[in-house]
């Protein structure tokens, strides 16, 4: 085990540090090691600290990890040292949110439509992008906006817009803040076919379902969504991450209690939406486990 592990998380005001600080006092308690959690630049970033070394272990989206390893946009390159501990550690989860009388039944449905895609520069708006051009149309076929979300789900109530889409951890508050309205609103569900199609072609994605008791929906609804994930660097001791892996996740409800977004981590779906290669170390805990097959 060495003497020092670092774990890279992001800024001290979101999700990624308090987890991160969490993950660092399990090993610390519970290996021969001292671990710190380290403010960094974020997801994106935290690829290339992984990369080159700087880092450990750090925390990302499915989504960057795919993007990282394979050279994608933002990377000019790929990165190639970047492994998967686990994943699900939150959710991010493609919400689109309708009244309960809206026409709007499937994805297709929202070309020509008035559609809030949540701030600029948020998750939203790329995944978004990628679903609607597999549904067959753009985010140029949609009259679109990008405002918050709870400033989204005020015109939604206000007949001012007729969708807006919602990438984030369940309950979301804005869709909460529409449910304490009382007017009955309905969330898109996905069919199977569809999301197949969209976890092959992508394979950060995952499905889950969203039960009416969430919100108090109209209707439950099954739909995509991608986890944020550990990664790990290449090099590190198959054994020590094997160690790690199992430390982390035998402690689990430690980390849960660290955030409300990773209130959800669960064993059973640290493998699911996973877009690159495990670390051989935590493949043989997952697969010990019976979560990889």
């Given at each position: ?270 493998a699911a939406g996973v877009p690159i290669p495990f670390h051989p170390g935590a493949e043989r805990y997952l697969r010990e486990k019976g979560v990889l097959q």
């Amino acid at each position: 085990m060495p003497q020092f592990l670092t774990i890279g998380t992001a800024g001290s005001g979101g999700a990624y540090y308090p987890i991160g600080i969490a993950m660092a006092q399990i090993l610390t308690d519970h290996l021969n090691t001292q671990a710190t959690a380290q403010v960094t630049g974020g997801a994106v970033e935290n690829i290339r600290l992984v990369e080159e070394g700087s880092v450990e272990m750090a925390i990302t989206q499915a989504r960057t990890a795919f993007a990282g390893y394979n050279g994608g946009s933002p990377y000019t390159q790929p990165h190639r040292k970047v492994r998967a501990m686990f994943a699900n550690l939150s959710q991010g989860i493609f919400q689109v949110v309708v009244m309960a009388d809206s026409p709007i039944r499937t994805l297709a449905d929202l070309k020509g439509k008035r559609v809030v895609m949540g701030p600029a520069g948020g998750a939203a708006i790329d995944i978004g992008r990628e679903l609607f051009e597999l549904a067959g149309f753009t985010l140029e076929d949609v009259r679109a906006t990008y405002v918050s979300y709870d400033e989204g789900i005020s015109q939604l109530k206000d007949g001012a817009v007729d969708a807006v889409i919602v990438q984030a951890a369940m309950p979301s508050p804005a869709i909460q803040q529409l449910a304490a309205s009382r007017q009955s609103f309905r969330l898109l569900s996905l069919d199977d076919a569809f999301m197949d199609e969209a976890i092959a072609k992508y394979p950060y994605y995952s499905k889950v379902h969203i039960p009416t008791d969430v919100y108090g929906a109209a209707e439950p609804a099954t739909t995509l969504m991608v986890s944020n994930m550990v990664i790990v660097g290449a090099d590190l001791d198959d054994d020590v991450v094997y160690t790690i892996t199992k430390t982390l996740l035998d402690n689990i409800e430690a980390i849960r209690e660290s955030h409300p977004a990773a209130r959800d981590l669960t064993l059973e779906g640290a493998a699911a939406g996973v877009p690159i290669p495990f670390h051989p170390g935590a493949e043989r805990y997952l697969r010990e486990k019976g979560v990889l097959q």
